[in-house]
């Protein structure tokens, strides 16, 4: 297998390439005045099995694009098989028409990846995993809250309470306690869908005095974790940290976080930040040692 670090993963793209013991290919990436994207193999990749890591955080349009020519591109080259390995699935939450006459985007995007070529399909735990029903190559979506919640651990955050600031994001905490061992549980949120305002209420949590930490899958305006941090704050949580596996952190998110009452903010590699500390590379190495 030959691993291609998308311009939108070149770090990680790198480590996992060394974690394989696999070349790293160079793509001559540019963008042209008018904001046209433009790849160009550097070598040939006829008859290679070609894992493309390219996530598709913002700018999320581009970064797909670029992950379409490169599927494609490979695929006219010769290359074998290639396995598009995503950490980060932009549009996923767009899973629904939640309001008449509204595009379910992710569809598309799925079919988008499809037609490109790609013949294996790989994400880090995408928003709604039922979406992968929708490819019909082979799929597969990882969870990197176990490696999140070691992180913790390692810190000497031992035992802390974790919680899902929605109930969607349950399985996450559940997951979490797997390795923390604190408890959990999780929040009611409900989302304007007009303004995107968040509310969100939970009854009393086991808290008091303990440490905490909030997962989730996406951190973007920020507003439903610092709500959740709020709550576990006004609950006589000790220290509350913030985790997510994506963290797209738009705008002012960070601070606003901070300011509820975070300790402080870990988010992975699948989305390069400041906060991007634990990375997935090893998570992505063992998937793709099962692909080939
Ligand atoms: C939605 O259900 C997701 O799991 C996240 O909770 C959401 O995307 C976070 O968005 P924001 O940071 O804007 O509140």
């Known amino acids: 297998m030959i691993v291609v670090p998308g311009p939108a993963s070149g770090q990680l793209g790198s480590r996992i390439a060394e974690l394989l013991g696999a070349e790293p290919?160079?793509?001559?990436?540019?963008?042209?005045?008018?904001?046209?994207?433009?790849?160009?193999?550097?070598?040939?990749?006829?008859?290679?099995?070609?894992?493309?890591?390219?996530?598709?955080?913002?700018?999320q349009d581009t970064h797909l694009l670029q992950l379409f020519l490169l599927i494609k591109t490979a695929k006219d080259l010769g290359a074998r098989s290639a396995v598009s390995a995503v950490p980060y699935l932009a549009?996923?939450?767009?899973d629904k028409r939640f309001r008449e006459g509204e595009a379910v985007s992710i569809k598309t995007i799925v079919g988008l990846i499809e037609a490109a070529g790609a013949d294996y399909f790989i994400t880090i735990n995408i928003h709604n995993p039922e979406i992968l029903d929708e490819f019909s190559i082979p799929s597969k979506n990882l969870s990197a809250i176990p490696l999140l919640a070691e992180f913790f651990k390692e810190k000497g955050l031992k035992r802390a309470f974790s919680l899902a600031p929605d109930e969607g994001a349950l399985g996450m905490a559940k997951e979490a306690d797997e390795v923390m061992g604190g408890g959990y549980g999780w929040l009611r949120k409900r989302r304007d869908r007009i303004t995107?305002?968040?509310?969100?209420?939970?009854?009393?949590?086991?808290?008091?005095?303990?440490?905490?930490?909030?997962?989730?899958?996406?951190?973007?305006?920020?507003?439903?974790?610092?709500?959740?941090?709020?709550?576990?704050?006004?609950?006589?949580?000790?220290?509350?940290?913030?985790?997510?596996?994506?963290?797209?952190?738009?705008?002012?998110?960070?601070?606003?976080?901070?300011?509820?009452?975070?300790?402080?903010?870990?988010?992975?590699?699948?989305?390069?930040?400041?906060?991007?500390?634990?990375?997935?590379?090893?998570?992505?190495?063992?998937?793709?040692?099962?692909?080939?």
Not at 91 to 94: E, K, P, V
């Open 196 to 292: 995107g305002d968040v509310e969100a209420e939970g009854g009393a949590l086991d808290v008091r005095g303990k440490d905490a930490v909030v997962y989730d899958d996406i951190i973007s305006t920020g507003g439903t974790m610092a709500l959740a941090v709020k709550i576990l704050k006004d609950q006589g949580a000790r220290r509350v940290y913030a985790a997510c596996v994506h963290p797209l952190l738009v705008a002012n998110a960070g601070e606003r976080i901070l300011e509820s009452g975070a300790e402080g903010i870990v988010g992975t590699d699948c989305v390069p930040s400041s906060f991007s500390v634990v990375s997935v590379a090893p998570l992505l190495a063992k998937a793709l040692r099962g692909v080939s």
């Open 25 to 59: 290919v160079s793509v001559d990436y540019k963008g042209f005045p008018d904001g046209e994207s433009y790849i160009r193999y550097t070598r040939s990749v006829a008859g290679e099995e070609v894992a493309i890591i390219q996530t598709t955080a913002p700018p």
């Open 91 to 94: 549009y996923a939450r767009q």
